[in-house]
């Protein structure tokens, strides 16, 4: 191995059983009942168990990572990139290949891991920092600058289970942020708290990346992506799809649809008996291509979709979504009716199943993650449904307005305004 | 840190092959985590009870009393000499480090399963940490036999002194049969449920409360492979001496030694073949 590589896999995979939550012998009842089937199988002539219910998390996964570099691994939920962290930490071992890591490794693969509620935000320091390999007087030594970090230097002293989440993430983060590895492989960690501390373990993200250790980065956020990362391999279905400059592969991942899905079904047993007779059924966001997407762009256009039966008429219906950041502030709210002569033509409307949609104009919020809550009701007769978290979505902003600067903005909307400048005689 | 100053520490990952032995320089490297979490289970298992720490002054006190009650005034149990708080103490101190090691390792590393699927450590460090953290119980009752010693004027020889290789042997066993158990019930919750009924027969198995003396040959050698019959005696004679008829360590206890590696050896082989899956079973 070249004396510059700091990781290298070949050919990694790794075999999961499936159906392991129903078929896994949980007590040895089920032990022993599910021998006596198999068994009892083989001797009607049947087959055993057989290679057919397991699943390859990843397969024939190669790359190499030069020292001091920071690469990127997106890819949809389920693409397998949380099972190549955990190979690659050595959580679990791969079922085939071969990987080599030179120099200490330090992987988060989430904040906070064994943190105890019962113990104090000093205590849960050294605990934490000694879980992910920190010595004792490594934590001794960053002590004042972890707790500067995580500004709960108040508290420093009560159990954690009397501090608000956003504490709790801001103290966890700031253990894992000082660590010291030479390899650091992390987890979507930064999809945490509020977008203020975001920015500041993206920044904090940053200073690592820059300080020539190598970094394994797995994120939804692909704006943090291309800012950390200067290569990115797309995974799917457990291969590697491609690896490129992080721009492109960014690219390739939003626009192949690679994204994970942004659709949500609501089940009989989940919409309560006074919604009568408003049945929801779904709610999806359609990017410009008009496939269903939970992460559309900023840059593009997209569509929210309701479909909802009507087992009886309902005079004076209106359909729509509050939109809402991460923390709950409000953005917008919009019903389908919203048009007086769209309300007039639709004052009663007949049983049956329906569609409202409308579009998002490209340009119009910022990058994170949103939340569409479904509401549907007759202005001061009846609110029939409201789910205040019917959908998540993410927007990535590459490419829109200002991101030839490459620092996070404020707000949750990012126009694209027609500026004019014009000297004054 | 200058590039190349520290010998590079290479991570290989590669499927898992059968037998790998336990890796004792590894164990070593993460001598810290093994402190901090005996450390958290310590402080955790006080943290918000009232009487805190006093729990483990009160349980051999009760016991001592309760025992003292029932076996000596009601059932008349003979001792065959020794004052009966002493002869129940000087057993129930290792029998009740043995269970309450048993029993936390055994469930240990389920209770512990969000740190087996997020960070990697020799898996081992879990069972082993939460017998080590029985010994702060054991201290503390130590504490309170050494008191009743005193009350009952039973005098202090340099005998006492075996209590600590007893000690290790009662650990020794504790994670020899928590291996076994702590691995199982990774995939098997059945053992959770198991073993308090386990350690409640091993218990009146092993001479804690009354003298057991097997009449038959076979039957003396079954009850020698407990292990903990070994050092329960060896324990009474560590603080009476012979003056009641203990004997001196002797091939009893070296059976009990040699039962222990056995299911030791056993135990850390099954754990071994069976850390590579936890984190995917757990």
């Known amino acids: 191995m070249d004396k510059d590589t700091a990781i290298i896999v070949e050919g990694i995979g790794k075999r999961y059983r499936i159906g392991a939550a129903q078929e896994r012998s949980d007590t040895l009842r089920d032990l022993v009942v599910g021998s006596a089937r198999r068994v009892g199988s083989i001797l009607r002539g049947g087959k055993a168990r057989t290679g057919s219910d397991t699943i390859w998390a990843l397969k024939d996964v190669s790359f190499d990572v030069k020292r001091g570099q920071a690469l990127g691994i997106i890819g949809r939920n389920g693409a397998g990139k949380s099972t190549l962290l955990k190979v690659l930490s050595r959580v679990t071992d791969p079922t085939e290949g071969y990987g080599e890591l030179r120099g200490r490794v330090g992987s988060l693969l989430e904040v906070g891991t064994g943190f105890h509620p019962e113990l104090t935000g000093r205590e849960n320091i050294f605990l934490n920092g000694a879980i992910l390999g920190m010595h004792r007087r490594e934590i001794a030594r960053r002590f004042d600058e972890i707790v500067d970090f995580s500004e709960v230097s108040q508290f420093i002293d009560t159990p954690v289970k009397r501090y608000s989440s956003g504490m709790y993430l801001r103290l966890a983060f700031a253990v894992a942020a000082h660590l010291e590895p030479e390899i650091l492989v992390v987890d979507e960690v930064l999809a945490v708290g509020d977008a203020d501390f975001q920015r500041k373990c993206l920044g904090k993200m940053g200073d690592v990346a820059q300080s020539g250790r190598t970094v394994l980065f797995v994120s939804h956020n692909m704006s943090a992506i291309q800012r950390l990362t200067q290569e990115s391999i797309v995974l799917d279905k457990g291969r590697v799809l491609l690896r490129a400059p992080s721009a492109e592969a960014v690219d390739f991942y939003l626009n192949r649809g690679l994204s994970k899905l942004g659709e949500r079904f609501w089940e009989a047993d989940e919409v309560p008996l006074t919604a009568k007779p408003f049945v929801p059924l779904a709610m999806r966001i359609l990017d410009k291509n008009g496939n269903v997407s939970d992460a559309v762009r900023s840059v593009d256009e997209f569509t929210v979709e309701v479909e909802y039966r009507l087992d009886e008429a309902i005079t004076g219906l209106r359909v729509g979504y509050y939109l809402n950041t991460t923390r709950g502030e409000p953005v917008f709210t919009s019903f389908d009716t919203d048009d007086a002569a769209l309300f007039n033509e639709y004052t009663s409307r007949p049983a049956g199943t329906y569609l409202s949609r409308c579009t998002i104009p490209a340009h119009t919020l910022n990058e994170g993650r949103f939340f569409l809550g479904l509401n549907a009701s007759a202005y001061r007769i009846k609110r029939y449904f409201q789910d205040d978290q019917a959908l998540s979505f993410s927007v990535d902003a590459a490419g829109s307005a200002g991101t030839h600067w490459p620092e996070p903005r404020p707000g949750p909307l990012r126009p694209q305004l027609d500026w004019e400048i014009s000297k004054k005689a | ?282």
Request: proline fraction near 6%.
């Open chain 2, 1 to 282: 840190m200058a590039e190349g100053s520290k010998a590079q520490q290479i991570v290989t990952l590669k499927p898992s092959k059968g037998w790998l032995g336990l890796d004792l320089a590894e164990l070593w490297r993460y001598r810290e985590l093994i402190y901090f979490l005996t450390w958290r289970d310590i402080k955790v298992r006080y943290k918000q009870a009232v009487l805190g720490i006093a729990w483990a002054v009160l349980q051999p006190l009760v016991t001592a009393l309760v025992t003292t009650f029932i076996f000596e005034r009601g059932l008349k149990v003979q001792t065959g000499g020794p004052p009966y708080p002493i002869f129940m103490l000087a057993a129930w101190l290792p029998w009740h480090l043995f269970s309450n090691a048993l029993t936390r390792s055994s469930t240990s590393l389920v209770q512990n399963a969000n740190l087996i699927t997020k960070v990697y450590f020799p898996r081992i460090i879990i069972p082993l940490s939460s017998i080590l953290s029985a010994m702060v119980d054991f201290g503390i009752s130590l504490l309170i036999l050494l008191g009743a010693m005193v009350f009952y004027k039973v005098p202090l020889t340099l005998n006492f002194l075996w209590i600590l290789p007893l000690t290790l042997v009662a650990m020794l066993a504790a994670l020899a049969v928590g291996l076994w158990f702590s691995a199982l019930n990774v995939q098997y919750r059945d053992v959770q449920h198991m073993v308090p009924f386990i350690a409640q027969i091993w218990f009146y198995l092993t001479p804690v409360l009354y003298p057991i003396n097997p009449t038959s040959p076979l039957g003396t050698t079954l009850y020698n492979l407990n292990p903990m019959v070994g050092v329960v005696n060896v324990f009474r004679w560590a603080i009476f001496g012979e003056s009641y008829g203990y004997q001196p360590p002797s091939s009893g206890l070296l059976i009990s030694l040699g039962v222990v590696l056995a299911l030791l050896v056993g135990g850390l082989v099954y754990f071994r073949r069976m850390e590579k899956t936890f984190a995917d079973v757990v």
